[in-house]
């Protein structure tokens, strides 16, 4: 039984520096509660949204790239619903049949499948730019049993872009798969820091041939895209293999137990009293295309193209794009090497593997060396200067300790004087010569071990050392 | 009856005294004040004597502001920052805005002293003054008769003379209704020439902030102050105001109205009698008067109140008791406070619009009516758009004279036929000035409708107009 899914997905436009219609900052996070707040996105009586030109722009980007059909303006509709959370009671969004016109309609995003390196297609249904709310907590339980309500509008006005997939997406790990490409298309333009917590949301819907359409709320990150839509696959499925009945309802992702819950089983369909806000004029697109142009210049699925035409295998190319940093690093120093492909191992393997170890985020520029040192490791790497054994264990733990380093202070000695250190090995270690000669080829690996100790922080090739010893105690 | 000067004439002079000036204020607010109930806050007198030193000493030091020391009211629904702002309601009757309204930032910018905040219609919802959770206010005229509203305590202090400058708003005659029954003069300028920031808002694409005032020369005056490109607006224009110094009254000879018959015909006799004899005497000294049919005047009203109310009901979901908290709750959850703020802070007529804005804004009412409604509007924009290019609309402002206390309350309909005559220029975007034609037995004012931008055409119009009646300067006290 194949699912059927379908996606929106809200996400931050945490770069656009300002929120939507006010001043206040779109990346809130660390600040106390209700200290990034203006009468504007408190709501107060009188205060006037005016919108921000970058959130609009990056969200015009974002058509661009889901290749969307873009309206000549963008038409603010109010969307009515009480809610401690939302100031006004209602929220600034855009609705198409309320005389409001989102900024994309009928696109496509073209994203990458990891699992078998498969291109997928999602048509995209539509995407809104609109306001998040503030965030409310209820001390003694819920909306309706709590005397209590926190409220905090820090995030109240953060620019959020609503994306919605047609049911065009064919499994759970596909749709793991969609949301990451989506978020990585959307960091490329600048629009989101996609690991910032609460960046994104995903609502789900999914449903299996015979069965009604289930909708999956509150989904917190990419990982639990999949296991949400996962669990929820073998539920229906199960229900269904029984003979029973998939109703159509709304359900709660616990991401803590790992399960969907029902939310609300009958789903009344709400009145939102839509009307196009008379305090915001259609924003004229034509004038801002060119700057959102700009921003899509550089795509995940150009770079990817462009780094497999080198020659790259696609699952290395694909490691360096997910790194922004790897990826402007990678063009830079292309035109310097003359294999590439060396060059986007070291990146998207080697130093990229570095990093993980090393506990530091690939996404950090400042965590990434200078193209030209990045360009200079690989030439000399081309030249065999230095064997990968060296270039993995030395130089490059070098280098995430200390990216700006030049690269003479990260590079090993060469290792002079190999034949004595030969001897002394051989002479230190009779046991294992002897083992060696009586046909025991386990005691040369140790042997060869025992010399790359001795030589300590100095480069060597373990082939040459076996070379040498093998000369040394005479063929075996 | 009385008649002041020009305040526009005294500070170009420098003649203008703002001690002297304030006493007086003073003497007649504690003489009116307690019956008219004009205003819902003033402003601690000593305060105010301090303020009106101050700007006496920058007008004896030369540094004076366009101004200096002038006596302001401001309608309660205008933000003035750490001032409490009820506009006319309950709901807000602790609320103290933060911030300046960007009109407020203006006055105090040009040195004007505000003196108060004026009582109102609930949240600019009604034509008399009466809906106010403050008590009605009463027409300094005829304290029998209301002021018109909603900018009824605006109205009511210059008709009493407290201040020689206000500010209203102006969502469908707020501004020129009592602006008719209280003889004094009011502008509804042209959409987005005068920011909304700071505004209270009853039903935004309608509504404007507008200048009153005791002649057209004093509004001009005020009116240069608070208009203008607010880039904090997304509905503000750029413009550029006129030059209140230089406006001149207009040759008669170079003067085209147009009358729509339909207002005159609605209008009853007094109104339509005092209305006319300003035309004839127009007419008399050179000015081309035209008659036209406009077929739409029937559609008006109820295209203006669907869009008003929907708009309304959307601006007013806001007020839910929890951040604009002021009454002693028995609610125990959010969902009761909601309820029970709403149930027990707004008022009757606030709640019918909300109502009736909610309905048609509904899945399945919204074609019929909010939809159709703005069908209209376009229509009748378009077709004002056309008139209004060639000459000046003029008609009664009011179709009757000022109603008696209680007289309009009801029946709804009665209430909003009082604004046959003024709804269309919010629908068309266009500027309208009142001015008062007569006094005798009671207010009748005469209302100019121009194109877009069009304020110079009005305010020149305006002084001719002036010059015909004598009622420049005005008051009843
Ligand atoms: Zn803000």
Redesign the interface.
């Known amino acids: 039984m194949r699912p059927v899914i379908g996606l929106e997905v809200h996400v931050q436009l945490t770069g656009a520096g300002s929120k939507l219609f006010c001043g206040c900052k779109a990346d809130y996070r660390g600040m106390p509660p209700n200290t990034n707040v203006c009468p504007v996105c408190l709501g107060l009586p009188g205060a006037l949204p005016v919108p921000n030109r970058r959130a609009v722009v990056q969200a015009l980007a974002a058509a661009m790239a889901l290749k969307c059909r873009i309206p000549g303006a963008i038409v603010f509709t109010r969307k009515h619903y009480f809610y401690p959370d939302l100031p006004k009671n209602y929220q600034i969004t855009q609705f198409e049949r309320a005389g409001g016109a989102p900024v994309c309609t009928s696109g496509v995003l073209e994203y990458l499948d990891p699992a078998g390196w498969v291109w997928r297609r999602a048509r995209i249904r539509r995407i809104n730019l609109e306001e998040d709310p503030g965030r409310s907590v209820y001390p003694g339980g819920s909306i309706v049993s709590s005397e209590e309500v926190l409220v905090d509008y820090n995030r109240s006005g953060v620019p959020l872009l609503e994306i919605v997939t047609e049911p065009d997406i064919p499994s759970p790990r596909a749709a793991r798969a969609f949301v990451e490409y989506l978020l990585l298309t959307l960091e490329y333009i600048g629009a989101v820091n996609p690991r910032l917590e609460g960046a994104f949301r995903v609502d789900a819907n999914i449903s299996l041939p015979g069965g009604e359409r289930v909708e999956v709320k509150n989904i917190g990150s990419t990982l639990e895209v999949e296991r949400a839509l996962e669990y929820e696959y073998k539920r229906q499925r199960l229900i269904l293999e029984r003979g029973g009945r998939v109703e159509r309802e709304t359900r709660h992702w616990d991401a803590h137990r790992r399960m969907t819950k029902p939310l609300r089983h009958k789903e009344e369909e709400a009145e939102y009293l839509y009307m196009p806000d008379p305090d915001l004029p259609p924003v004229l697109t034509r004038p801002l295309l060119g700057e959102a142009e700009a921003l899509v210049a550089t795509s995940p699925r150009r770079l990817l193209d462009e780094i497999t035409g080198d020659g790259v295998p696609l699952e290395v190319a694909w490691s360096i794009v997910q790194a922004r940093p790897a990826a402007s690093l990678y063009m830079e120093a292309r035109g310097r090497v003359r294999d590439p492909r060396v060059l986007a191992r070291l990146l998207g393997v080697d130093y990229k593997g570095a990093l993980r170890e090393a506990g530091r985020g690939p996404h950090d520029p400042s965590n990434w060396p200078p193209a030209e040192t990045m360009a200079r490791l690989a030439r000399l790497v081309e030249e065999g200067e230095y064997p990968p054994e060296a270039v993995r264990g030395l130089i490059i733990p070098g280098l995430v300790r200390d990216p700006q380093a030049s690269l003479e202070t990260v590079l090993p000695e060469k290792a002079e004087g190999l034949e004595a250190v030969v001897d002394e090995v051989i002479r230190a270690y009779p046991r294992a010569v002897q083992d060696y000669m009586s046909g025991k080829r386990r005691a040369l690996d140790y042997l060869v071990g025992q010399v790359i100790r001795r030589l300590g922080r100095r480069a060597v090739d373990p082939r040459e050392v076996r070379r040498l010893l093998e000369e040394r105690l005479g063929g075996g | 009856m009385k008649k002041r000067g020009s305040l526009a004439q005294q500070l170009a002079s420098g003649v203008y005294n703002p001690v002297e000036r304030l006493e007086e204020a003073l003497y007649l607010i504690s003489r009116l004040e307690e019956e008219v109930n004009a205003f819902i806050t003033l402003l601690p007198e000593e305060r105010l004597r301090e303020e009106a030193r101050e700007a006496q000493r920058r007008i004896l030091e030369g540094k004076a502001r366009p101004l200096e020391g002038v006596l302001v009211a401001v309608k309660d629904?205008?933000?003035v920052r750490g001032l409490r702002?009820t506009?006319g309601s309950k709901m807000?009757s602790c609320?103290k805005?933060?911030?300046n309204?960007h009109v407020v930032e203006r006055l105090v910018d040009a040195g004007a002293i505000i003196v108060g905040k004026t009582n109102m219609d609930e949240f600019a919802m009604g034509s008399t003054g009466e809906y106010s959770a403050y008590g009605p206010t009463r027409n300094p005229w005829d304290m029998g008769r209301v002021p018109g509203g909603s900018s009824s305590g605006s109205a009511a202090t210059l008709a009493y003379a407290a201040v020689d400058l206000a500010l209203g708003s102006d969502t469908g005659g707020s501004i020129r209704l009592p602006a008719a029954f209280t003889a004094t003069v009011g502008l509804k300028p042209t959409y987005g020439a005068v920011s909304?920031?700071?505004?209270?808002?009853y039903?935004?694409?309608l509504e404007q902030i507008g200048p009153m005032a005791r002649s057209v020369r004093d509004l001009a005056f005020l009116y240069s102050v608070i208009a203008g490109r607010d880039?904090?607006?997304?509905?503000s224009i750029d413009y550029q105001p006129p030059d209140p110094y230089t406006l001149e009254p207009r040759d008669p000879e170079a003067v085209r109205l147009c009358v729509p018959e339909e207002i005159i015909d609605a209008s009853e006799a007094p109104v339509k009698a005092a209305f006319e004899g300003l035309l004839s005497r127009l007419e008399a000294q050179g000015a081309t008067i035209e008659y036209f049919r406009a077929p739409w005047t029937s559609l008006v009203l109820p295209a203006y109140y669907t869009i008003a109310m929907?708009?309304a009901?959307?601006n007013l979901?806001?007020y839910?008791g929890?951040?604009y908290p002021c009454h002693d709750s028995r609610a125990?959850?959010?969902?009761e406070l909601?309820v029970e703020a709403r149930t027990r802070l707004f008022g009757p007529e606030v709640k019918r619009r909300i109502a009736m804005g909610?309905l048609v804004?509904?899945?399945g009412y919204?074609d019929e009516y909010?939809?159709k409604a703005a069908k209209i509007r376009r229509l009748v924009r378009d077709r004002v758009l056309g008139i209004v290019r060639e000459c000046i609309i003029g008609q009664p402002t009011s179709p009757v004279l000022p109603p008696r206390l209680g007289e309009r309350l009801g029946d709804p309909l009665q209430l909003y036929a009082l604004d046959i005559s003024t709804v269309t220029a919010n629908l068309a975007g266009v500027p309208a000035l009142q001015l008062p034609v007569s006094v005798e037995p009671l207010p009748v004012g005469a209302q100019l409708m121009a194109r877009p931008r069009g304020e110079v055409d009005l305010f020149e119009l305006g002084l001719l107009v002036e010059e015909i009646t004598g009622l420049a300067g005005v008051s009843a006290f």
Request: hydrophobic share 40%; no cysteine; net charge neutral.
């Open positions: 629904n205008i933000s702002a506009a807000l609320y805005p933060p911030y309204a909304r920031r700071g505004l209270i808002p039903a935004n694409s880039p904090l607006d997304a509905t929907a708009e009901a959307s979901a806001r839910d929890s951040l125990r959850t959010w969902e909601n909610v804004l509904s899945e919204r909010y939809v």
